[in-house]
């Protein structure tokens, strides 16, 4: 079975830190891993995608994820926190099934 | 190219009665996926369909609920005899292949409301 972790459905930074969402992963085999974005009252838009490319993926809107197999993790960084981030973000898994798996989401909010 | 079209947005229904919720795919894609977002939670696969088949249904309540992508025209998300626990967003999503290679690009959701 495959699925994914995130941890704290709450995370607050201040305008212009770093910011950190974490995602943990299980999988019996190498994950496609993904990350999307959901703003208030709108659908997921994808932010990046690993897959099996660079351990390092760049996103939109300044944002980046590290994968680390040791550590099983594919957090979702950015350097400088914006007002316009405050959303709630998902770290998602699929394998060969064609099913993507989410996990229960991280509400981003920035502190003015 | 426009995106995932969902249709409508917000669909109020009273209890007993049946929801139709609509998907126009990407132009190009062929595999459509609905997920379902329940109140505080994160997305729940619900079926996977290609032109005219069911790929994978195994997220779908056995009983009420059905789903089709006809040769022609949007996919249906059917709830039949709506209860208030089948108020969610409901999602389309759709890829134009293997979704580990392209990812899914999803609509904006249909907000289903059972009073």
């Known amino acids: 079975a495959q699925s994914v972790t995130q941890l704290g459905s709450h995370v607050s930074v201040s305008e212009g830190a770093l910011v950190l969402l974490r995602c943990n992963y299980s999988?019996?085999?190498?994950?496609?891993l993904f990350w999307y974005v959901q703003y208030p009252n709108q659908g997921l838009q994808l932010l990046l995608k690993?897959?099996?490319?660079?351990?390092l993926v760049k996103g939109i809107n300044g944002f980046e994820a590290e994968f680390k197999k040791s550590e099983t993790s594919f957090h979702l960084t950015k350097p400088s926190a914006h007002m316009s981030d405050a959303a709630e973000y998902f770290c998602?898994?699929?394998?060969?099934?064609?099913?993507?798996?989410f996990g229960t989401g991280t509400r981003l909010t920035i502190i003015p | 190219n426009a995106g995932v079209m969902q249709n409508p947005r917000h669909l109020v229904r009273r209890r007993g009665q049946e929801a139709r919720l609509r998907c126009s795919p990407m132009k190009g894609h062929s595999h459509v996926y609905w997920y379902r977002q329940l109140p505080e939670e994160g997305l729940k696969f619900m079926v996977y369909?290609?032109?005219?088949?069911?790929?994978?249904e195994s997220g779908m309540p056995k009983e009420r609920f059905s789903a089709e992508f006809p040769k022609e025209g949007p996919s249906i998300l059917r709830i039949q005899q709506v209860v208030r626990g089948d108020s969610a967003a409901y999602f389309c999503?759709?890829?134009?292949?293997?979704?580990?290679?392209?990812?899914?690009?999803f609509g904006s959701g249909t907000r289903l409301t059972v009073v």
């Open positions: 999988s019996s085999v190498p994950p496609y």
């Open positions: 690993y897959t099996s490319a660079a351990t």
């Open positions: 998602a898994v699929i394998l060969g099934n064609e099913k993507l798996t």
């Open positions: 999503a759709s890829s134009p292949g293997t979704a580990t290679l392209y990812g899914y690009t």
């Open positions: 369909l290609q032109k005219e088949n069911i790929i994978d």
